[in-house]
């Protein structure tokens, strides 16, 4: 718009290059993560031409034939060709807070969502039950495809981005302020308007940390890659940042405290004999059933074999995490005889009758005491005991939830799932590292209290699901810091306690793999799976572990920490070397005739010094700086700018005195030699400010050493390449450059010594 074209297209290549380095910095980035997720699919098991087998959801294409349980994500809208007792989760759809049965049928195609029993839909979750499915859309065409291609639903803020959004806000703040006032004052002072306005402007870009999107996602994913490494997928890059912050990681226990094989240890009768009757029901319970998949009746099966050819299954009522039982109906000699296996709570409650020597005996209260002190004392030895019970039934069809009482209790199955051996030092590990654990589990508290005994876990208080329920959310918020073991609890008491616990100003770490974990994994800061997790927890993780091993949490939280520390370290320093830059310059041409620099140089200086703060996120880190958590303080970052910045102001007076009244220096001497100590204070901050200790006692990377050195040769050098002659920058007399250097020695010393003073300090 001037007519000043060498300068605008001067400027254009510096903005050019600096998005062009952006772009290619962060691309890099992106298909770092993308191939990492590539790794990580979500399958399905399908029926094509007769043969059953997994692919992944991507492939899926109308017309498969699909087979669901509990805990799929159903990856398709379909119709339901057969079910068993099939049970819904579509909340994430509809809103209703229940599990919905589903059903096979014809239904009038205007009807709602809400009423589309024979109908499954894409993102809803099996809560309990078996179907096979005709897949009829698929993608976008899907009903939720459909919503998210009209609102893409906003994920809530994780502790990063609000701190990212804070530190925005306050930079806008500064920059609109500053730009104001230099603006105003010059065109007062009645220089040019159109000199005085770009000025303002560059200021305002010089005082940007414009590298920062680049700086943190080459950061992630510098993070994502060596995490990977270790057998950790990172499918949200920016949980690593709250994988450093964490405090406080609630865990499972099976399959993350302990081993997760469970085995079948002894099948005893209800006088704690062991039983091959009491077998061989558990044996049928857990071979007939066709719902979700565990590892416990894998044990049964694997314990001892039995023939089972006369016996026929009729019926199955499901597992569900609100009943912990199930039950199998089946005929043999045309007696048809229910078995129900599950809690040992659950299958007292259902029981009024116990045998006894092979005689049925009423269950009263003598019986149900000694039933009790045989089920405490195998939980305090470790052991998972679950109770079976059976009664004949009349022969029918169905048989709906409410035939599941009147049982006889017959037997105790015992189970042990041994503490993994790295368990005890990982706690230990976390809490060296300021990470308190919480173990959370649908156990019994007797079998939770010995398992956390054993892997050093200190119990402070344990409160039960019954406890839970009986507690106001107010009393339960009150004591949640005190308690560490929480036992006999739902899917929803989880997800209430780590609500609670972010309340507390927590950042929150969940670790599960079951169906039930999943509402807690999805509102957790941090939230980690495995790879062998159901697909509904695997979704909801921002982490999946390859390998259930725990020693890749310690490496996780300080490769975390480290890369929050690294993404700090680039906000301190330009932000406070930027603002004592800009807050020199918009003073010094108050009181002078000309600008201390031209926009050129600003925008130039700004993209030379970003090639060494690119190299930050490879930086090694104090260890000081990782070993407690780490989260944004914004009122640190402001008061680190502006004392550090005014440290930097004073010495940039102190040169604009001795260039302007000692030496008497023109424009162009004043702008080269400005332009230069500039470089020079920016890359020796840089230095400085990356440690909390002494310079001396804290090595930088080679890469940043390397790329600060080459700043500094190459600032020197601007003055002989045909690149000056562009910028306006020029040779600097001996003497002139002689005093630039004394006086970058004194900034240096005082920098550090105020460092130390405001580290102290602020950490009084």
């Known amino acids: 718009?001037?007519?000043?074209?060498?300068?605008?297209?001067?400027?254009l290549l510096i903005v050019f290059a600096s998005v062009l380095l952006s772009f290619f910095q962060e691309y890099s980035a992106n298909n770092a993560v993308n191939d990492l997720k590539s790794k990580l699919q979500l399958n399905c098991q399908v029926i094509r031409?007769?043969?059953?087998?997994?692919?992944?959801?991507?492939?899926?294409?109308?017309?498969?034939?699909?087979?669901?349980?509990?805990?799929?994500?159903?990856?398709?809208?379909?119709?339901?060709?057969?079910?068993?007792?099939?049970?819904?989760?579509?909340s994430v759809l509809t809103g209703e807070a229940l599990p919905v049965e589903k059903k096979v049928g014809v239904l009038d195609e205007n009807v709602s969502i809400q009423e589309r029993v024979n109908t499954v839909f894409t993102g809803t979750t099996v809560y309990s039950g078996s179907a096979t499915i005709l897949t009829i859309k698929t993608a976008s065409s899907t009903e939720i495809g459909q919503i998210a291609t009209q609102l893409s639903k906003q994920l809530p803020e994780n502790e990063f981005e609000r701190g990212i959004k804070q530190f925005g806000y306050l930079l806008s703040q500064i920059m609109l302020i500053l730009t104001f006032i230099v603006f105003a004052i010059n065109v007062l002072l009645n220089k040019p308007a159109i000199d005085s306005l770009l000025f303002s402007v560059a200021l305002a870009v010089g005082i940007t940390p414009q590298l920062l999107p680049a700086i943190i996602n080459i950061t992630l994913s510098r993070g994502a890659k060596t995490m990977a490494k270790a057998g950790v997928i990172v499918r949200h890059l920016t949980s690593i940042e709250n994988f450093g912050s964490m405090d406080v990681l609630c865990t499972d226990k099976t399959g993350?405290?302990?081993?997760?094989?469970?085995?079948?240890?002894?099948?005893?009768?209800?006088?704690?004999?062991?039983?091959?009757?009491?077998?061989?029901?558990?044996?049928?319970?857990?071979?007939?059933?066709?719902?979700?998949?565990?590892?416990?009746?894998?044990?049964?099966?694997?314990?001892?074999?039995?023939?089972?050819?006369?016996?026929?299954?009729?019926?199955?009522?499901?597992?569900?995490?609100?009943?912990?039982?199930?039950?199998?109906?089946?005929?043999?000699?045309q007696v048809c005889t229910m078995i129900t296996k599950g809690a040992f709570d659950s299958i007292m409650h259902k029981s009024n009758h116990i045998l006894v020597n092979n005689k049925i005996e009423k269950l009263d209260s003598t019986y149900y005491e000694t039933l009790l002190s045989y089920y405490q004392a195998w939980g305090s030895q470790g052991y998972r005991v679950l109770g079976l019970g059976t009664k004949t039934v009349e022969p029918k069809k169905q048989y709906p939830l409410s035939d599941e009482s009147d049982l006889t209790f017959i037997g105790f199955l015992l189970f042990f799932d041994p503490p993994k051996p790295d368990a005890k030092e990982t706690i230990e590990t976390l809490n060296q590292l300021g990470v308190q654990l919480k173990m959370i589990t649908g156990d019994n508290q007797y079998v939770a209290k010995h398992t956390a005994q054993m892997v050093g876990l200190n119990i402070d208080r344990i409160l039960t699901g019954h406890d839970l329920q009986n507690l106001s959310n107010e009393a339960l918020y009150q004591v949640i810091d005190q308690v560490n073991l929480f036992c006999e609890v739902d899917p929803s008491q989880k997800e209430k306690i780590i609500d609670l616990l972010k309340k507390r100003n927590h950042v929150v770490g969940y670790m599960g793999d079951g169906i039930n974990d999943a509402p807690a994994?999805?509102?957790?800061?941090?939230?980690?799976?495995?790879?062998?997790?159901?697909?509904?927890?695997?979704?909801?993780?921002?982490?999946?572990?390859m390998d259930k091993n725990l020693s890749v949490l310690k490496n996780g939280i300080l490769l975390g920490r480290t890369t929050f520390a690294n993404t700090l370290k680039y906000i301190y320093i330009t932000t406070s070397a930027n603002f004592g830059n800009m807050f020199s310059m918009a003073g010094a041409s108050l009181i002078m005739p000309f600008l201390p620099l031209l926009p050129k140089q600003i925008l130039l200086i700004n993209f030379i010094t970003d090639f060494p703060a690119l190299t930050l996120s490879n930086d090694s880190v104090d260890e000081d700086m990782i070993i407690q958590p780490k989260r944004w303080d914004i009122r640190w970052i402001k008061n680190f700018m502006f004392i550090f910045g005014l440290i930097s102001s004073f010495f940039d007076y102190l040169t604009f005195f001795v260039l302007l009244v000692l030496f008497k220096v023109d424009q162009s001497v004043f702008q080269s030699s400005w332009f230069t100590i500039s470089i020079f204070t920016e890359i020796v901050v840089l230095l400085i400010m990356r440690t909390e200790r002494a310079f001396s006692k804290s090595k930088p990377s080679k890469t940043l050493l390397y790329a600060c050195l080459l700043v500094f040769i190459f600032t020197l050098l601007i003055p002989v390449l045909p690149l000056h002659e562009l910028v306006d920058i020029n040779q600097i007399p001996l003497p002139i450059l002689s005093s630039l250097i004394g006086i970058l020695i004194l900034y240096i010393l005082t920098t550090e010594f105020a460092k130390s003073i405001f580290y102290k300090k602020m950490r009084s």
């Not at 894998?298 to 499901?318: G, L, R, V």
Request: net charge negative; charged share 20%.
């Open 1 to 11: 718009m001037t007519g000043d074209w060498i300068d605008s297209l001067i400027i």
């Open 521 to 545: 994994l999805h509102n957790a800061d941090v939230s980690i799976s495995v790879d062998s997790a159901v697909d509904v927890a695997k979704e909801a993780a921002s982490f999946v572990l």
């Open 49 to 90: 031409e007769a043969k059953e087998s997994t692919i992944s959801v991507s492939e899926l294409v109308p017309g498969d034939i699909v087979k669901l349980s509990a805990g799929s994500l159903i990856p398709a809208d379909g119709l339901i060709l057969v079910c068993d007792d099939f049970y819904v989760n579509q």
């Open 256 to 333: 993350t405290i302990t081993m997760g094989s469970v085995q079948l240890s002894q099948v005893l009768d209800s006088s704690g004999q062991a039983s091959d009757t009491v077998n061989l029901y558990a044996y049928l319970n857990a071979k007939l059933q066709i719902g979700l998949t565990n590892s416990m009746d894998q044990a049964i099966i694997d314990y001892k074999s039995f023939e089972i050819n006369q016996f026929n299954k009729i019926d199955e009522i499901p597992y569900d995490f609100k009943r912990k039982c199930l039950s199998i109906i089946v005929e043999s000699n």
